[in-house]
């Protein structure tokens, strides 16, 4: 089973033998502006509440999505993260076989793989970007009969986002053959008004799941969502087992989804830096960047630079962890990714990089 992913300052200060806070994890895509200020006081003013069980229906957290995405309280789910809602899909709605568009987060592959569903990665072209066109998809759905097509959107690791008339195409081909459509959305907070939510109302085979992780920095939480016509949901909540999102979960996204301030801050940050950050990373030979809608930038290694690898060693022994993106499928050794932090850490990132290839 594969399990790589980025954010594991423990075991790169285990490495360094570092205390964790002194390394700059560029390696976790979440957002630098995060928390929202305010919500570690309103947590600890929670506190007592431990002391019982959790709300099991998570009835406020539930309406004020709701209200937030404009749907119906029937139509959402929240869940221990959006990984817990991806290992209840094979089961819950019996899905036996997927095609995955690859490169993806891994753990469609291992939730599918541990339920004995038969899987096919569809690995979509790199000159659009990693994201399935309706000629790419077409040849999957006509060779073969699946139960689900899963999409990235904004995708992972290259964070560019899916075009709407692709997406309709699929979930009309997925309709006359009874499969499901699921859209992974857990970065598009940072490009909302791409989002495909309003489209649970006219399409039965869609699922759209969502996280409260990157946007507003609850990784330690736990806290994801999904958004699917009332019988989808009610499948899902049937294998979801009681309390997995618990009582300081519930409160922090409660607070989250009303700080609004925060939010507009977030969104016009994220779009002047990370335009800044990918330019800078431009400018150095050997290096192309990826357009991102996303908080997140997927660089690529010429191929008479070094792999990806060599670099993260590099920048780990200056304290700071990036993404060597070797472990997604298709994309092999002269990828990484950094996430966008904060303008002085990112001009250390930069400066940083124009050493290494000073160096080679």
Not at 93 to 115: C, D, K, M, Q
Request: glycine fraction near 4%.
């Amino acid at each position: 089973m594969r399990r790589s992913h980025g954010g594991n300052i423990y075991e790169a200060a285990r490495k360094l033998r570092k205390d964790p806070s002194e390394i700059t994890d560029f390696s976790a895509s979440i957002n630098p502006l995060a928390p929202p200020p305010g919500l570690e006081q309103n947590l600890l003013q929670k506190l007592p509440l431990t002391r019982s069980y959790p709300d099991i229906n998570t009835t406020e957290l539930v309406s004020l999505l709701a209200e937030t995405h404009n749907c119906s309280t029937h139509q959402l789910m929240v869940a221990n993260g959006s990984t817990e809602i991806i290992y209840l899909l094979p089961h819950a709605l019996g899905i036996r076989s997927a095609v995955i568009i690859s490169p993806s987060f891994s753990e469609y592959e291992n939730a599918f793989t541990l339920a004995k569903s038969s899987i096919v990665l569809a690995q979509a072209p790199e000159s659009n970007n990693f994201q399935p066109d309706r000629e790419f998809i077409s040849k999957y759905l006509e060779q073969m009969r699946v139960d689900a097509v899963i999409l990235g959107h904004p995708n992972s690791p290259a964070g560019s986002l899916l075009d709407k008339e692709t997406l309709d195409w699929i979930l009309f081909a997925c309709k006359s053959m009874g499969a499901l459509v699921v859209v992974d959305e857990v970065f598009i907070d940072f490009s909302e008004n791409y989002s495909f939510k309003n489209k649970i109302n006219s399409h039965k085979n869609l699922v759209i799941i969502r996280s409260m992780t990157k946007f507003y920095g609850l990784a330690g939480l736990r806290l994801g969502y999904a958004l699917a016509p009332p019988f989808i949901i009610s499948g899902l909540k049937k294998y979801q087992p009681p309390w997995t999102v618990n009582t300081l979960a519930q409160f922090a996204g409660i607070y989250c989804l009303k700080q609004d301030d925060f939010k507009e801050k977030t969104l016009k940050f994220m779009e002047n830096e990370r335009q800044r950050l990918a330019e800078k990373i431009s400018r150095i030979d050997g290096f192309f960047v990826f357009p991102s809608s996303t908080n997140f930038l997927l660089v690529k290694l010429t191929e008479n630079l070094p792999p990806a690898e060599q670099l993260k060693e590099f920048l780990l022994k200056r304290g700071l962890l990036i993404r060597d993106c070797s472990s997604f499928p298709g994309l092999g050794r002269h990828f990484f990714r950094v996430c966008v932090r904060t303008p002085d850490e990112n001009d250390r990132l930069v400066n940083y990089l124009h050493m290494y290839v000073s160096l080679i």
